[in-house]
């Protein structure tokens, strides 16, 4: 395989960080490390170096493949191997000294490393660990690293990318095995599973022994949305497994982005961002808020709602469950109220021992008081919606008025 040595390495930069930029799984959210002595950086736990593409994604610098070979062929990859692009690879050493020199210059915070797959999977994942242990050894490199497992890698060396690491992660791609075996025939979701297993259970072990770069480690992973008929419950469920068995620490959705033509392929216009979206806001009902999968969709209604978020059609769905009252509530059932989320659920809580809660000191705690005043009360006193309890089109019609952002994340 020839690599044309004229091509220089800004070049080199800019063709492997665009092949890297429809991978979303690089949050880096929850690591935070200070300086230490010899050692240059500290991590934030708000995340590396954030930007946004052209196309509205969130992205993390230095977000780079190693390569865009490939053997593989993924039908949605701009990078399989039957595309006519031009194929470059950074060589470990090469790769290490522009990670140090960016992150010494402040452009970055830390490195999100993928890869193509160049000749197998083993030597793939070792140029990758390789150029991991320069940086930490020979470049003091204390920053965030996020590390792409390549399927089908052998277990010693997926140990090593963990012990390396901030955090690893290995892509499913697709939510189900019949839609990778339509679209990336080449990848086996029982392999990726597997791996998911041994990383789960090796941190487990190093986590006992002190015995990697950085205690907090996880893993996550990411899948396409849209870009095959798996629906919202399918995708959901399958999330819901992951943070339970293998203790994923997120599930990443990216919209699927149309770069191939290929008649396995969706015809659309535009990625399903809001899709995306709402899958995102399910994904935190789901972890921090107690919901379970199938109330927020179902084999009978597997899609969720584009128009509203999740939380607020659960809402609307079950009215019986309203009005709350606002002293006497559970923090788990706080958490269900449109408008309350868990910061300001743990201040009401915290608060009404104390004090008085009325609307001005609602919000001052952080409630969105135009979706929360239809499902509370105020000891057994009801806000102005009262009357809509049993009416919920008239409240979707009004909180949709003053709502006009689809957007949010976190949300109430
Ligand atoms: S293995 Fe990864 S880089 Fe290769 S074609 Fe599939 S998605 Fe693209």
Redesign the pocket.
């Known amino acids: 395989m020839l690599i044309k040595s004229s091509v220089n390495i800004y070049d080199k930069l800019s063709i492997l960080a665009n092949?890297a930029k429809y991978d979303v799984s690089c949050a880096s959210s929850g690591v935070m490390r200070k300086s230490s002595k010899n050692q240059i950086g500290r991590t934030s736990k708000f995340g590396i170096c954030h930007s946004w593409s052209s196309d509205g994604r969130c992205i993390s610098l230095l977000k780079i493949?190693l390569t865009?070979f490939?053997?593989?062929?993924?039908a949605?990859?701009?990078?399989?191997?039957r595309n006519d692009i031009r194929r470059i690879l950074l060589l470990p050493e090469e790769l290490a000294k522009i990670t140090y020199e960016f992150y010494r210059r402040n452009y970055i915070e830390g490195l999100f490393l993928?890869?193509?797959?160049i000749d197998n999977p083993e030597k793939t994942m070792e140029m990758m660990i390789k150029t991991v242990i320069l940086l930490r050894v020979k470049y003091g490199f204390n920053g965030y690293i996020h590390l792409k497992l390549?399927?089908d890698a052998s277990e010693a060396t997926v140990l090593e990318a963990i012990k390396w690491a901030d955090r690893v992660s290995i892509?499913l791609?697709l939510p189900s095995k019949k839609s990778l075996q339509y679209l990336?025939p080449?990848?086996k979701m029982e392999s990726i599973l597997r791996t998911m297993d041994f990383v789960k259970s090796t941190i487990n072990t190093l986590r006992e022994k002190r015995d990697f770069y950085n205690s907090k480690g996880g893993q996550s992973t990411q899948l396409i949305i849209g870009a095959t008929p798996d629906s919202d419950f399918e995708i959901l469920k399958l999330a819901s497994f992951l943070y339970k068995k293998n203790k994923l620490k997120r599930v990443y959705y990216s919209a699927y982005v149309p770069v191939n033509d290929d008649f396995r392929l969706p015809s659309i216009k535009k990625p399903p961002l809001l899709r995306e979206n709402r899958l995102y806001q399910a994904d935190w009902l789901i972890r921090l808020y107690g919901f379970k999968v199938e109330e927020i969709c179902s084999e009978n209604k597997p899609f969720l709602e584009e128009s509203i978020d999740p939380k607020l059609s659960w809402a609307l769905n079950n009215l019986d469950f309203f009005p709350l009252d606002i002293y006497k509530a559970s923090m788990d059932e706080l958490l269900r109220v449109p408008g309350i989320g868990l910061t300001s659920a743990k201040r009401i809580i915290k608060m009404r021992k104390v004090t008085n809660i009325d609307l001005t000191s609602l919000k001052k705690m952080g409630v969105v008081i135009n979706r929360a005043k239809y499902f509370i009360t105020f000891k057994g006193n009801s806000l102005e919606g009262k009357r809509l309890y049993d009416k919920p089109l008239e409240i979707k019609r009004l909180i949709s008025q003053k709502n006009s952002n689809q957007y949010s994340l976190p949300y109430l």
């Open positions: 092949g493949l865009n490939c053997i593989n062929d993924c949605y990859c701009i990078n399989r191997k993928s890869s193509g797959i390549i399927p892509n791609e990336a080449d990848k």
